[in-house]
């Protein structure tokens, strides 16, 4: 009935404008299309546009977030090639660090060093270990006589052991002496390293050393 009613004064409004001079109608037409057009945009490309200017908004947020996860990524990248590189470093360090089984071969390599060079050990006694946080230092008093060139060979070989073998606190004084050699006695003292290994097995084995007698005691106390 309304819809009618509105059609019906449509048509009233047509009718009129149909009935005014003909200038006056080529003169309306513009302003009819103007107000056309502007029912247009207000109903139809505003909302529109506030849309797409919605979307364009939510695309630069998704844009500037992809960029974080991005350089999250390689950041990341970069800090697991970092870790990788330092872990190479460590076990390389750890080469050079004997373990418990290795350390008396370590030491008879030296001693076979010295050897090899001419040299005669008077004494090579290994002293108390010092614990460091994840290896210890293991020194050895030494003492040795032979002549310049063996001892220096001595040290140039020392030097190019694959574990790290470091010489000091020398004292050298001349041992003997005649026409065509000097023969040197050398005090000092070799440090090497040793890799402490985890405590936690030999730990627990001591522990369950330790309970084993008072299990025993509960055992004969229960038979009795």
């Given at each position: 009935m309304a819809l009618d009613l509105g059609l019906d004064k449509l048509q009233g409004q047509l009718?009129?404008?149909?009935?005014?001079?003909?200038?006056?109608?080529?003169?309306?037409?513009?302003?009819i299309a103007m107000l056309v057009l502007g029912g247009y945009a207000w109903l139809f490309y505003?909302?529109?546009?506030?849309?797409?200017?919605a979307a364009q908004a939510k695309e630069r947020d998704l844009e500037r977030k992809v960029s974080e996860v991005r350089a999250i990524v390689a950041n990341l990248a970069a800090f697991e090639q970092e870790i990788a590189d330092l872990e190479q470093e460590l076990k390389q360090a750890l080469r050079q660090l004997p373990d418990s089984k290795e350390l008396p071969g370590l030491l008879t390599d030296v001693?076979?060093?010295?050897?090899?060079?001419?040299l005669e050990f008077t004494a090579f006694r290994p002293q108390d270990e010092i614990s460091r946080d994840f290896y210890a230092e293991?020194?050895?008093?030494?003492?040795?006589?032979?002549?310049?060139?063996?001892?220096?060979?001595?040290?140039?070989?020392?030097?190019?052991?694959?574990?790290?073998v470091n010489v000091s606190e020398l004292n050298m004084e001349i041992a003997s002496q005649d026409a065509e050699t000097t023969r040197l006695r050398v005090k000092g003292e070799?440090?090497?390293?040793?890799?402490?290994?985890?405590?936690?097995?030999?730990?627990?084995?001591?522990?369950?050393?330790?309970?084993?007698?008072?299990?025993?005691a509960a055992a004969r106390g229960g038979k009795s």
């Open positions: 009718d009129k404008f149909a009935k005014l001079p003909k200038p006056y109608r080529i003169a309306a037409i513009p302003l505003q909302p529109a546009r506030v849309e797409l200017q001693s076979s060093l010295g050897k090899d060079a001419g293991v020194p050895i008093e030494i003492e040795f006589s032979g002549d310049y060139h063996d001892i220096a060979r001595f040290f140039d070989k020392v030097s190019k052991l694959p574990r790290i070799a440090t090497t390293f040793r890799f402490i290994e985890h405590q936690t097995a030999p730990a627990a084995a001591a522990a369950g050393n330790a309970r084993k007698p008072a299990n025993a």
